[in-house]
Structures are given as structure tokens and as C-alpha cells.
């Protein structure tokens, strides 16, 4: 039973930067991908980022695309999420997952097991 914890948010100002890590402890081996899902005040979670490692893939939505990169280092596991020229619509409780997606599910919360309990990042203008 894998078990994911984020870390990394914050406050910042809109043009900021900031990078989120996901570390992964136990069922590594149920593991293939992971991805990154928000949710905004009041609002439905939402896709932002994904990530393959067996069978490859990259997926991010078109409000975070050219301006968020995820990747993964290889010696910790860990996922990480760098959020760049960031606004006020990026403001959400920022989770990751982990799971074994296929092409289809990726982008879908479904594609995934295991969840964080999440982590703020809040952008003022």
C-alpha cells in the first residue's frame, strides 16, 4: 500500500514560482505513473499533470501547459511538480496521485490508487 505526501506550497505572488514534491513510500511496485490533480475553491478537482514511467507519457492540461513541467527523480521516487509564471487561477489544494494508468485513464482520477492529503498553493495578484 503505497502512501504519497506532498509538500513544497505555499504563498506566493502571480509571476512566482514554486516546485511541489510527492514523496512515495511502499507499493512501488503497484506504481507506473503518477500525476498531479487540483482543486480550486468551490470548485471540482481538476487534471493538471501526469507522468509514466513504464510505458511512457506525459500529459498536462491546457491551462498549466508551457508553464507547469512534472518529472520524476529517480533516485528518491519522488514526483515533482515545477509551477512556473503562476496566477491567480492556479490558487487550489494541489494532490497527487499514484497508480497504474493506461493512455486512457491518465488525465482521469480513476487512472489512480493512491492519493496525498494535499498541499496549498495560494497565488495573489
Known amino acids: 500500500q503505497a502512501q504519497l505526501v506532498e509538500s513544497g506550497g505555499g504563498l506566493v505572488q502571480a509571476g512566482d514560482s514554486l516546485r511541489l514534491s510527492c514523496a512515495v513510500s511502499?507499493?512501488?511496485?503497484?506504481?507506473?505513473?503518477m500525476a498531479w490533480f487540483r482543486q480550486p475553491p468551490g470548485k471540482e478537482r481538476e487534471f493538471v499533470a501526469a507522468?509514466?514511467?513504464?510505458?511512457?507519457?506525459?500529459w498536462y492540461s491546457d491551462s498549466v501547459k508551457g508553464r507547469f513541467s512534472i518529472s520524476r527523480d529517480r533516485a528518491s521516487g519522488a514526483i515533482l511538480l515545477q509551477m512556473n509564471n503562476l496566477n491567480p487561477d492556479d490558487t487550489a489544494v494541489y494532490y497527487c496521485a499514484a497508480g497504474r494508468p493506461i493512455v486512457s485513464t491518465a488525465t482521469t482520477a480513476r487512472g489512480y490508487s493512491y492519493w496525498g492529503q494535499g498541499t496549498q498553493v495560494t497565488v495573489s495578484s
Open positions: 507522468l509514466r514511467w513504464r510505458g511512457g507519457g506525459t
Open positions: 511502499g507499493g512501488s511496485l503497484d506504481i507506473n505513473g
